[in-house]
């Protein structure tokens, strides 16, 4: 007997960070992440709630390792 498995496409995981641990993270200070995301220069915050905002882990990380590979070259 032969059994049939549906696949489905492996959905990534990543969560969501708050300002310390993006500060934390990046080394940089809360009036820094925000006017670099004025600039474009760092990745958005995600809105969750009147008052409260987050990162993606990952956008943050790939961010990171976007400065290390400029500071290589």
Avoid: C, N
Avoid at 24 to 37: A, D, F, H, P, T
């Amino acid at each position: 007997m032969q059994l049939v498995h549906e696949t489905r496409p492996a959905i990534p995981r990543d969560r969501l960070i708050r300002m310390h641990e993006v500060e934390r993270l990046s080394g940089l200070g809360k009036s820094s992440i925000y006017e670099l995301m004025r600039a474009g220069k760092f990745p958005k915050s995600i809105r969750l709630h009147a008052r409260m905002v987050a990162w993606p882990e990952t956008a943050v990380l790939a961010w990171i390792q976007g400065r290390i590979q400029e500071g290589q070259q």
